[in-house]
């Protein structure tokens, strides 16, 4: 019996992790077909070999479609640039943290849950910012080991108390030696300390100056007008957060060209409608839950600002911490309902701009010869109705199916005959 079982499950498994398109080429088709760049083709196809994308357009005559999706959208895998895939609510009900009854064991599995919930939402790429623990994560993943999103991880971060411009420097050499994807620097207090600036300006322009000169990106947590305008003009990368931005701090985002990730609303809501998970850690404290619950009609105020800015390079970014993984669509309907952001504008955030912002643009976040076959079938056309998002059929990445929820249809319309 327990053979039979163990044959079963032998055979169940590798149908849903099969790469496609060894044999030869996968053509997929869709109702609708949106490449995240702005094209569109109704009645449309993707074509796979190797993990890569081979040709997108409208169905040819005489194509051999390999498997038609149905009335689905099929968009770019999406893309997450501000995660935080090992953080994770214990069994007790509590954030993780320090010496709390959890060992590695816990700790590990709990982020390979959040890895595999983060992709079965449709995030085939996220940027962790980031544990050291992400180093593991990320290379499970990348080596198949585990059902994850495509892991981007700083490792950990840099602040105010890293030491002198000269200090931080040495400090952004070794994130590199370690593995490093990008670095990210605190600049500002959090939210629930007011978010006033903390890293001078030369601490600034150091490490984003040696962050380049070892090819990382540098990533900037800022919140306050003074921390972003601090940031942008030191050359650092991308702003996250940066709930307090005025015009003048908008400004210099656009001048240096720097991207701009504020979030509307689902980290926030994550912690005020969980007070028990993160109640007494921290800064997790009456004042703190205070401020957030200031921020919360404020926040999506800042993303129509945003989108409203000529030339800002707003980009999608959630902050998913403990208990928000999977959910991460819920920022998305936050940034069109409530930001009041066009819906072509949030479908590139979360696909091509996303991609360009990580300097992954040549090969994931659109749909397009070469490009990793990173897809998405969503139930509805989010250019019409963000909604969309939440509701997701289909994912494959580099060519290989995570999650079908159609084929799980079509076998049980079959089986009722
Ligand atoms: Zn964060």
Redesign the pocket.
Same mark, same amino acid.
């Given at each position: 019996m327990r053979r039979a079982l163990a044959f079963a499950l032998c055979l169940a498994a590798p149908a849903a992790l099969r790469a496609q398109g060894d044999a030869g080429p996968t053509i997929l088709r869709a109702a609708l077909v949106l490449d995240g760049t702005g094209k569109a083709w109704p009645n449309g196809t993707v074509t796979i070999q190797g993990g890569r994308i081979t040709a997108v357009g409208a169905l040819a005559a005489g194509a051999k479609v390999t498997r038609d999706l149905g009335a689905v959208t099929l968009v770019p895998g999406l893309i997450d640039t !501000?995660v !935080?895939l090992t953080w994770y609510i214990t069994g007790k009900g509590k954030l993780h943290v320090e010496n709390d009854g959890d060992g590695l064991t816990e700790a590990a599995l709990a982020a390979a849950g959040n890895a595999s919930r983060t992709l079965m939402a449709g995030f085939t790429t996220v940027q962790s910012?980031g544990s050291p623990e992400d180093a593991a994560l990320r290379d499970a993943i990348a080596r198949g080991v585990i059902a994850g999103p495509r892991l981007i991880t700083s490792l950990g971060s840099l602040n105010e108390r890293s030491g002198s411009p000269e200090a931080l420097k040495d400090s952004v050499r070794a994130f590199k030696r370690r593995g490093a994807d990008v670095i990210k620097l605190f600049a500002s207090k959090s939210i629930r300390e007011g978010g006033g600036q903390t890293m001078t300006d030369a601490q600034l322009v150091a490490a984003c100056a040696e962050g380049h000169a070892q090819g990382l990106r540098v990533v900037v !947590?800022a919140h306050d007008a003074g921390s972003v305008t601090a940031a942008a003009k030191a050359g650092c990368d991308q702003i996250?957060h940066g709930l307090f931005a005025d015009d003048a701090a908008r400004a210099a985002m656009v001048k240096a060209g720097t991207w701009y990730d504020p979030q509307c609303g689902l980290v926030f809501r994550n912690y005020l409608d969980h007070k028990p998970w993160f109640d007494g850690i921290g800064n997790y404290n009456a004042a703190g839950f205070a401020a957030m619950e200031k921020v919360v009609p404020e926040a999506p105020k800042q993303i129509e600002r945003a989108a409203n800015t000529k030339g800002l390079k707003l980009v999608f970014g959630t902050?998913a911490v403990a208990g928000a993984h999977g959910h991460n669509a819920d920022e998305l309907t936050c940034r069109a309902t409530q930001g009041h952001m066009p819906l072509d504008a949030v479908l590139a955030s979360v696909t091509s701009r996303a991609a360009a912002s990580l300097g992954l643009g040549s090969d994931v976040g659109s749909l397009a010869p070469g490009m990793q076959a990173d897809l998405v079938a969503l139930g509805g056309d989010p250019l019409k109705d963000v909604s969309a998002y939440h509701d997701v059929r289909y994912v494959m990445k580099g060519g290989v199916v995570m999650r079908d929820a159609l084929a799980a249809q079509l076998a049980a319309r079959k089986s009722r005959g």
């Open positions: !501000h !935080h910012l !947590h996250e902050d």
